[in-house]
């Protein structure tokens, strides 16, 4: 199974600064099609979870473009420009390369 | 519009199985795939498995021996079957369309 790890955050952060949340993948998510298999979740407490992008760096439908999802095949970020405090909550990165799927254990965003 | 709704029992005993449905609208079963996704109390979220437009199944390694997925086309409905449940089973349940559409979960606790 592909394993996924999530760095941490210095939290809280600040409202209007930036936050960069890490994920790597032990194996490249890079598939035949030239495309990244990854997604990045936001759930906030008491919530589903939110998809904010997919293939690495596509936003969602209704996703604010303060958030970009960037990186190589193993390594990738999850960038929030001018964090607000509807943005705190636990952060997760998924690889949809192949089965089974796997999640990484999450990040937790405070927003000070 | 897509929505997605879990149900079954909020309390498992242990050694039991667990039976839990999602029922969809605004999409096909026939034409495409729901995923489970399971979250215990306070950690991370999980993969457990999903079921493909044709039918055909996909389980997480660790639950694939206890697990069965299964659906009612006409009925509009997925199915989950887990058995031997243990304490460590404990978790909120999601069922999730594309992973854009999610229902609002489902609490099963396994305890005697």
């Known amino acids: 199974d592909i394993v996924m790890t999530q760095g941490v955050l210095p939290n809280p952060v600040p409202s209007g600064e930036s936050a960069s949340i890490t994920c790597r993948s032990s194996k490249s998510l890079v598939y035949k099609d030239g495309k990244t298999y990854l997604n990045w979740f936001l759930q906030r407490p008491g919530q589903s979870p939110q998809l904010l992008t997919y293939w690495m760096s596509t936003r969602a439908s209704g996703v604010s473009d303060r958030f970009s999802g960037s990186g190589s095949g193993t390594y990738f970020t999850l960038k929030i420009s001018r964090v607000r405090a509807e943005d705190a909550g636990v952060y997760y990165c998924?690889?949809?390369?192949?089965?089974?799927?796997?999640f990484g254990s999450g990040t937790k965003l405070e927003i000070k | 519009q897509v929505q997605l709704k879990e149900s079954g029992p909020g309390l498992v005993q242990p050694s039991q199985t667990l039976s839990l449905t999602c029922t969809v609208s605004g999409f096909s079963l026939t034409s495409n795939s729901v995923h489970w996704v399971r979250q215990p109390p306070g950690k991370g979220l999980e993969w457990v498995g999903a079921?493909?437009?044709?039918?055909?199944?996909d389980y997480n390694s660790a639950l694939k021996s206890r697990l069965s997925i299964s659906r009612d086309t006409s009925k509009s409905q997925v199915f989950l079957k887990m058995n031997s449940l243990q304490t460590e089973d404990t978790a909120i349940y999601f069922c999730?369309?594309?992973?854009?559409?999610w229902g609002q979960g489902v609490m099963v606790t396994v305890s005697s």
């Open positions: 998924q690889q949809v390369r192949e089965y089974p799927l796997t």
């Open positions: 999730t369309y594309g992973y854009n559409y």
């Open positions: 079921i493909w437009s044709g039918g055909s199944t």
